[in-house]
């Protein structure tokens, strides 16, 4: 049996050939020919069985087969905003992480004791891209562009919204209790700070705009794995 | 205030001087001088606050000033076992993460289907030190070496015992809701197969030695990340 080979097809359902990186691994790597099957996905959510119209070195047209929507696999809307990492290597083992179990929105925060403020989005998307066809979904989380903490903070937001940190002297709630309890259907926004965690005064701005203080857990964590942590919890509190 | 510095020092409470790796980091990398404190962890439960005593290129005598037991921070024991992924940083990755999320003992696995059967346990050590340090834990996970599926299965073994596989028609129950029933004290061990999964004899034969085969949710996980996974579900099915 053939191993089915996934692409991602923003707008799978208008388009009819592959984009250019799709259509040249399909065709140059994978030598796919006229007749073969693939698996088309959309990143918001449907899967499309299409098979190989036309193959040339630059071009893979397309015929779709079947449209095939996939359920979403959780309730709510999974957001977690983190500040990147000094190691660029470390937030996007996160990413690819956090969209294997599963993640609707993804975004970059630039605070106070950040030690990395810029990030490479077209890199960061491949991982994304990359992690989706992995572990097949047909929902591709949402990158926001990198945002100062001020203006993220102020943004209005509903469902439940955190922030994570470290001040023993700033009473915090456990993230996963506070999960428990809530109806699962509602949206869900967790602030990991950098290396050096928030600073009190970015703890004070967020818990002013109507974010929880919480802490993770007894375990002190890196950034990129506290960002991982945060993302089981959504799902484990919901019972998924 | 000076940073704490933290060394790893597995006889701490009878020696008299850091190892010679750690020496070398204290003297020469970090240019520790007598009088200046550090903090000892014998990776058996026990933080040492102590101040070095004589400081030479080679050698770094202390002088051990409070014994500070660390509670275990969870219940139980707590131990995954896991073929490594053909490309050991995804390997390297896991143990970093479940030693920063808590974990007991480590066993690596020779499948049928393994892509990686040797591993380098000195490497591995240096990676399970640094996350113990970097996490503030007193506790090292014990790292057994590379075992043959077979033999690890057919080993007599205390407490709950699962494997996580992919395979629809051999009935599985949620591992998460397996564990959220038991007693918290009680000892877990989870399986994770290679990149190719368990084969169906490997699945059933640990079924006959007493293993409850179970999934890990909707998602379609990496080796290393559905072992992360699964020792997450370990510590929040336990309200840790």
Redesign the interface.
Known sequence: MKETRYFYVPDAASATELPADEASHAVRVLRMKPGDEMVLMDGVGTFFKAEVAVASPHHCVYRVVEEMPQLP??HGRYHIAMAPTKLMDRTE?MLE?VT???VDEVSLLNCDNSERRVAKPARLEKILVSAMK????AWKPVLNDMAAFRKFVSEPRGGMKFIAHCYEEIPRTYL?DELCGRDVSEAVTVLIGPEGDFTPDEVRMAVDAGYVPVHL??????TE?AA??AV??M???AG?
């Open positions: 696999q959780w083992w992480k294997e179990i599963g992995q572990s097949r979904k996963y857990g007894q375990s002190r964590l890196r794995t991982m942590v089981m919890m799902h484990l509190s998924e």
